[in-house]
């Protein structure tokens, strides 16, 4: 069934109250029939763009010949292609979303799954709830404070079921946005004209509700009136159902209204970053969504001025630099200055990363001025939010930074006669360094602005979208593969009617994200006009807005940068051994890992397990490692020459492009790697374990991370285990000295973790070439320290203690036994009578 995913995602759920249960009786209760078919509904609209399932389909249904060498995109030189350069994967998702609408939009159907605003019946929001967002109640949020005498707005209702049912997947379902693009244009075309037209608008109204709700809240956007109170309406997000005179059948009903949402607990406690870093994501997805609408042409592009969503970006641009220029004369002296700093940051992020699917829209490839916009944004962004003449200073600084999990320099503890190689290796790696090249800890959000702007320059020289990545998900467009009869009523073969391609008929929509006199967004009005902002009858605005853990993140690059084209030659004895190692290194560009990075962290979020106020468990490490693996099927192959180079070498004997089934392995090859890279990096910038502070964001906790990767290695035992071992390798060799304390430490558990969970298999030759750091009597050092937190943590697992750990982890007679659980160094004696029995079993 679907999964509400960044929480507050819901569905046709609600059963009403739960009545008594006698589990010995033989009484058989009757099942609505209608309440049954709407959660087999859910089902499939939720499952409809999965990646996993669509792949199954399109290795068989589809030739792999299908699949081009740039693997087909949504445009071309020309601008919008036909279905013949659809990837196979996009074409079972564009089946699986047109059989679905001739499901909903069929006769007998359509007064069921297609009914909205009066068609609802006078009882339903006490009996089924179909459908419904309890975000979107008539209830004033706590930023509209109470309002009297004013009509009340229910959202969710005049929406209908179904177009709440398709917004939360949408928000909620970071890899598969472009399906539900999809399936607002097939139902809003199919739909019987006479009584339920108009369901594109609808699902456009309810989603810039959604986002102005939900930037509020991700912002923390305070309302206050005139007289300082606050205006603390219920918000409708979540909160505590055990409210006074409220009978024990109702709180259940409310319970059971709530079970897609995570808990209280979750959403507001601990540092009480969870509700505001779901919204964020939340207004993320609903902007990309409004993307690729955009693309369809549902909504219009920049027809409208701030009505267009490249007007509603540019409102957005503007209020992150007005945030930015408030926030510099406070100096940061206050936690006003402060909250608007972080608020700019969260508004560049929301813009940066909506760009990169507008800009493979084929309005924006054709449209000169369209491109000059964005570029001015990029720019303003650049200048005084982001970028080196803003003055931004990113918390992940290494040494300096408070959240920085590197330190200036390197810690100097090589064992004796591996110094000066280390050193030589030091400078080899500064001769390296170029601009192009991101800082070996990134900043994501500098990353993001450097990803944007190598796609912008791409666009400006007119360069294919491929050319600088070829991460899919830009420009998948399964709506091209949604088709209706032709008006000409043309007959094709065998008396069928002649298709063609399905598109948007009526004009583009305009985005109202404000709201107007609804006030359904208060932050944007109040950005731009900081000082001046006078809010309706006397109420005061102010930002909270936190901190921006859980959105913006510290990445490690552990894994060597792509070659220049005059590198093609080096690493040779890498290539042979290992291919997918090389193949994550040659091919994937620093555009690609950054939308792999990006994607895999939306997953890790908006998929996380949850627990709801109900007790209702959702998704499990499981899940979510599937999630992340499905993240393979959204990379198209590498160029010709890659492929031949890698395949069959340069010099081998009748090179030939390889065989059309092996394209679509080729696509993911050496993707394991780029996971690992980015969880790893996740993982050493956790909340410490066994810190008396709880977790910054929801997806910053150890174990959370720690299972979803052993999940992974489960997944696929041929791959992962391999990648991890060299990436653990090479974080030893490289990064270990440079570590933070806490970083190194969480790396150690990690590894820890890890091994027990996995019989304790890890290479002999890496415990030999570890050894001499831990084990020699050279005083403390960075790497002897990781050693020994792996190993602690491994005894500390086991109920035996550390005899597991040295009868079924570490080589026999390994040196690292007296050094680490004995504490005895190399060299060192000790006399018989001080040697405990535990010692003597060792």
Not at 179 to 201: I, M, N, Q, R
Not at 257 to 278: F, L, M, V
Not at 428 to 448: I, K
Not at 766 to 782: E, L
Request: negative net charge; hydrophobic residues 35%.
């Amino acid at each position: 069934g679907y999964h509400g995913g960044g929480g507050g995602g819901q569905g046709y759920r609600d059963r009403g109250p739960r009545q008594p249960a006698n589990r010995f009786s033989t009484e058989t209760k009757s099942v609505d029939p209608q309440y049954a078919m709407m959660k087999q509904l859910t089902a499939m609209v939720a499952k409809m763009g999965d990646l996993g399932g669509a792949a199954e389909v399109a290795s068989t249904a589809f030739p792999a010949e299908d699949v081009g060498m740039e693997g087909g995109s949504g445009n071309d030189d020309a601008g919008v292609v036909g279905q013949g350069s659809l990837r196979p994967v996009v074409k079972a998702i564009g089946t699986n979303v047109s059989d679905l609408v001739e499901v909903l939009c069929g006769p007998q159907n359509a007064p069921l799954f297609l009914k909205f605003g009066a068609d609802e019946p006078a009882n339903n929001e006490d009996d089924d709830n179909e459908g419904k967002d309890e975000s979107m109640e008539n209830a004033p949020t706590a930023a509209e404070g109470p309002k009297n005498d004013e009509i009340k707005i229910d959202a969710a209702k005049e929406a209908g079921g179904l177009s709440t049912l398709l917004l939360s997947c949408a928000y909620g379902l970071p890899l598969q946005t472009p399906s539900y693009a999809a399936l607002t244009l097939g139902v809003d075309a199919k739909a019987p004209k006479e009584t339920h037209a108009g369901f594109a608008k609808r699902c456009v109204d309810l989603g810039a509700r959604i986002f102005g709700r939900d930037l509020d809240l991700a912002l923390g956007c305070i309302v206050t009136q005139s007289d300082g109170t606050p205006a603390d309406g219920p918000s409708g997000l979540s909160g505590d159902s055990y409210a006074p005179g409220v009978s024990e059948e109702e709180q259940v009903s409310i319970l059971k209204k709530r079970e897609d949402q995570r808990c209280h607990a979750e959403a507001s406690g601990g540092s009480g970053n969870g509700a505001r870093i779901d919204a964020y994501f939340r207004v993320k997805l609903l902007l990309r969504y409004f993307a690729h609408l955009a693309n369809v042409g549902i909504v219009s592009s920049e027809e409208h001025g701030e009505m267009s969503l490249l007007g509603a970006l540019e409102m957005l641009a503007e209020g992150a630099s007005r945030a930015a220029s408030s926030a510099g004369e406070g100096g940061g002296r206050d936690e006003k200055s402060r909250a608007l700093a972080r608020a700019s940051r969260l508004l560049a992020s929301l813009v940066l990363s909506t760009l990169p699917f507008l800009l493979q829209g084929s309005d924006t490839v054709n449209n000169a001025a369209a491109r000059h916009r964005i570029a001015e944004m990029v720019e303003a962004l650049e200048n005084n939010v982001v970028g080196p003449s803003s003055h931004y200073s990113s918390d992940y600084d290494p040494g300096c930074g408070p959240e920085s999990i590197l330190l200036k320099g390197e810690l100097d503890d090589a064992p004796v006669g591996t110094m000066e190689e280390d050193d030589d290796s030091e400078d080899e790696d500064d001769d390296d360094d170029d601009d192009d090249q991101p800082a070996p800890c990134a900043d994501t959000l500098q990353d993001l602005l450097r990803t944007v702007r190598k796609l912008i320059s791409a666009h400006n020289e007119g360069a294919l979208p491929s050319s600088i990545t070829r991460f899919a998900l830009l420009d998948d467009a399964p709506w091209m593969a949604l088709t209706v009869d032709s008006p000409e009523g043309g007959m094709e073969t065998e008396g069928t009617t002649e298709k063609v391609p399905m598109s948007y008929e009526g004009e583009p929509l305009m985005l109202d994200l404000v709201g107007g006199d609804e006030n359904r967004c208060r932050s944007i009005p109040y950005l731009m006009s900081i000082e001046n902002y006078v809010g309706s009858e006397g109420e005061m605005v102010e930002l909270r807005c936190g901190s921006l853990d859980g959105i913006v993140y510290g990445r490690l690059s552990i894994f060597d940068a792509p070659p220049e084209s005059d590198d093609d030659d080096d690493e040779e004895e890498t290539k042979e051994t290992n291919p997918n190692l090389e193949s994550y290194v040659k091919t994937y560009s620093l555009a690609d890992r950054f939308f792999l990075s990006d994607a895999v962290r939306d997953v890790l979020t908006c998929h996380r397990p949850m627990v709801s106020d109900a007790g209702a468990e959702r998704n499990t490490a499981k899940e979510v490692a599937e999630q992340v693996w499905a993240i393979s099927h959204l990379f198209r192959p590498p160029s010709d020459v890659a492929i031949v180079a890698e395949t069959v070498g340069d010099d081998a004997e009748g090179s030939t492009i390889p065989p059309n089934d092996n394209k679509l392995e080729l696509a993911s090859k050496g993707i394991e790697y780029g996971i690992i890279e980015t969880l790893l990096s996740l993982i050493v910038q956790c909340t410490p374990t066994g810190c008396s502070m709880p977790s910054s964001s929801p997806i910053n906790q150890h174990l959370y991370l720690s299972r979803v990767l052993l999940e992974l290695t489960k997944l696929k035992p041929s791959l992962m285990p391999q990648a991890i071992v060299l990436a653990t390798s090479d974080m030893f060799q490289d990064f270990l000295p440079s570590l933070t304390p806490s970083a190194r430490d969480n790396l150690g558990k990690w590894l820890a973790f890890h091994l027990a969970n996995t019989e304790y298999q890890w290479p002999k030759a890496y415990w030999d070439h570890w050894t001499p750091y831990a084990a020699t009597a050279v005083g403390r050092n960075s790497r002897g320290e990781f050693i020994r937190v792996a190993l602690h943590s491994m005894a500390a697992s086991s109920s035996e203690g550390a005899v597991t750990v040295v009868e079924e982890c570490l080589p026999p007679g390994s040196m690292l036994v007296p050094a680490v659980f004995l504490n005895h160094q190399e060299g060192a004696t000790v006399a018989e009578e001080e040697t405990t029995n535990m010692e003597k079993d060792m």
